[in-house]
């Protein structure tokens, strides 16, 4: 256990602690966060696999005090070092797949080009390579008795701890927020791509049993013709369908619990930023037009706490990383907000 003797809850962090100012190592802390810098197929607007730092700088300025639960900190929480490693492979294979894309833009065929062909097997090698090495970090936590987190990064990162997870838990639900349903089967010829993530789940991870999506508001032909053949599976509360709900008299709380009521007794949190608005995280690669407010999410992991549900583990991806520093506070902010909800739901 950590000495907390010293530490001063009320003082600014300092700069040599780790995420949040906490004064906890890894063997200490309940929650452990693994980093994951990877956006290897993120085509415009990069930035999210160098978002990690920001968030962390930003993080030790956030008061400790959480409203619903004041001492949840001192179980302790942790974020591992950012691996080199995954970054370089990342910004190789982005390179690569920018090479590709503006090659298949133009009209041109990968069958008339060896070196291309090359490429779209060496990103969707490197795609799974990150999967394996999601989950076997995230094994590394859990096998530690610990509670796993993930801070991407884009979207893709989700797979290998979901992967993860069900070996330990034989049905589960993903409770996603996101402004797309990421479930395209390739997306540019990439199988792992962060565009196909959830589809990528839903075909080769049977233990999870239903798929409730918030905040959508882009969808494709194919994506709208699989929700249709999956709607056992997928629940999909478009946005513009909530407002309206919304502007005809339905009231919030309403809407919410029917999200919460869709999802089963044991929940991963699948957090890309972009499901929220733009203001939150302007430099995120996909930014949309609407999206929820971060408080109708709080109304929601409240409702699961009421209802019992847990909350098995989560990713926050897609945080842009802005001159500005909005990005990276407000997604300092959500990840406090995300651990604390985190370890509420397993007290």
Not at 174 to 192: K, M, P, S, V
Not at 278 to 298: F, I
Request: charged share 25%; glycine share 8%; proline share 4%.
């Amino acid at each position: 256990m950590a000495d907390l003797t010293t530490f001063d809850p009320n003082a600014a962090g300092k700069p040599q602690s780790n995420i949040f100012g906490l004064p906890f190592t890894e063997d200490d802390a309940r929650l452990v966060i693994q980093p994951v810098p990877w956006e290897a197929t993120v085509n415009i607007y990069p930035g999210t696999a160098r978002c990690i730092g920001s968030v962390i700088r930003h993080s030790t300025h956030i008061d400790l005090y959480w409203k619903e639960h004041p001492h949840l900190w001192k179980q302790g929480i942790f974020i591992r070092e950012c691996s080199q490693q995954i970054l370089l492979k990342s910004d190789y294979l982005r390179k690569e797949a920018e090479l590709l894309v503006g090659y298949t833009c133009c009209g041109k065929a990968l069958c008339d080009n060896e070196f291309m062909q090359k490429n779209l097997k060496e990103i969707n090698a490197g795609g799974a390579y990150l999967n394996t090495w999601v989950y076997d970090h995230v094994k590394d936590i859990m096998d530690k008795d610990k509670l796993p987190a993930l801070l991407g990064g884009d979207h893709s990162i989700s797979f290998g701890f979901v992967q993860a997870l069900a070996e330990k838990h034989a049905d589960f639900g993903i409770l996603q927020i996101d402004a797309h349903c990421e479930l395209r089967q390739t997306y540019e010829g990439f199988i792992y791509s962060h565009a196909c993530v959830m589809r990528n789940i839903l075909d080769n991870v049977p233990q999870v049993s239903k798929l409730v999506q918030i905040g959508t508001r882009e969808i494709c032909d194919e994506e709208y013709e699989y929700l249709g053949k999956n709607p056992e599976r997928v629940r999909t509360f478009f946005d513009d369908d909530m407002k309206e709900a919304q502007y005809r008299g339905k009231t919030w709380y309403d809407i919410a619990k029917e999200v919460v009521d869709a999802l089963p007794q044991q929940v991963y949190i699948s957090f890309d930023i972009d499901g929220l608005k733009p203001y939150y995280c302007p430099s995120t690669n996909t930014p949309v037009v609407g999206g929820l407010e971060y408080d109708q999410l709080k109304t929601i992991f409240k409702l699961m706490k009421e209802q019992g549900k847990t909350i098995i583990g989560f990713d926050l991806c897609k945080i842009g990383n802005g001159r500005l520093g909005t990005d990276a506070q407000m997604g300092a902010c959500i990840l406090w907000d995300l651990c604390n909800q985190y370890l509420h739901s397993n007290s």
